[in-house]
T-cell receptor, first 113, second 108 residues
Framework: DAGVIQSPRHEVTEMGQEVTLRCKPISGHNSLFWYRQTMMRGLELLIYFNNNVPIDDSGMPEDRFSAKMPNASFSTLKIQPSEPRDSAVYFC???????????FGQGTRLTVV | GIQVEQSPPDLILQEGANSTLRCNFSDSVNNLQWFHQNPWGQLINLFYIPSGTKQNGRLSATTVATERYSLLYISSSQTTDSGVYFCAVEAGANNLFFGTGTRLTVIP
């Protein structure tokens, strides 16, 4: 298996622009997670889906952030409009069922200037 | 939410030395994982270990769920072991809470 695949690996954008991050989970996994890593806050959960349905989005910082999972093999995290404080590494992870091992993608390093 | 504390925060080792990293958590957990974040930022799975002991080469881990801690042992450390080691736990909400990590530097 190719593992969790994220794109792009790096994104540099100007403040105010829309940013879309993409994730393909491991085939057969039915839980998908979006995490953000910053120096100040470490790794924090933004949202997770189970069977394509958002279960907990309490970690999404504000309305500028939205996430979708239109099918079992694809998810997006969108920031509109982006701000410099959104600069971070965004990770996607997937697992099979509740309380089983989670696997992470390589992350997207976002820089908003 | 659940609290996850890792110690030490930083560790410098001479190549070939052994070390023990600790993870304490504040509540019962369903899942505990150890990850290694390498200098390129990749999060690499080391162990899925909600309880008991596992070994993989020079690494081993033990989780004592009743006492709410886990230990990661690194033996005969190598420079490629450098990076940040994270403990992450799941306590019923189906998402992982991460500790702040232990930054390990192995010098030749």
């Amino acid at each position: 298996d190719a593992g969790v695949i994220q794109s792009p690996r790096h994104e540099v954008t100007e403040m105010g622009q829309e940013v879309t991050l993409r994730c393909k989970p491991i085939s057969g996994h039915n839980s998908l997670f979006w995490y953000r890593q910053t120096m100040m806050r470490g790794l924090e959960l933004l949202i997770y889906f189970n069977n394509n349905v958002p279960i907990d989005d309490s970690g999404m910082p504000e309305d500028r952030f939205s996430a979708k999972m239109p099918n079992a093999s694809f998810s997006t995290l969108k920031i509109q409009p982006s701000e410099p404080r959104d600069s971070a590494v965004y990770f996607c992870a997937s697992s099979t069922t509740r309380s089983t091992e989670a696997f992470f993608g390589q992350g997207t390093r976002l820089t908003v200037v | 939410g659940i609290q996850v504390e890792q110690s030490p925060p930083d560790l410098i080792l001479q190549e070939g030395a052994n070390s023990t990293l600790r993870c304490n958590f504040s509540d019962s957990v369903n899942n505990l994982q150890w990850f290694h974040q390498n200098p390129w930022g990749q999060l690499i799975n080391l162990f899925y270990i909600p309880s008991g002991t596992k070994q993989n080469g020079r690494l081993s881990a033990t989780t004592v769920a009743t006492e709410r801690y886990s230990l990661l042992y690194i033996s005969s450390s190598q420079t490629t072991d450098s990076g940040v080691y994270f403990c992450a736990v799941e306590a019923g909400a189906n998402n992982l809470f991460f500790g702040t990590g232990t930054r390990l530097t192995v010098i030749p």
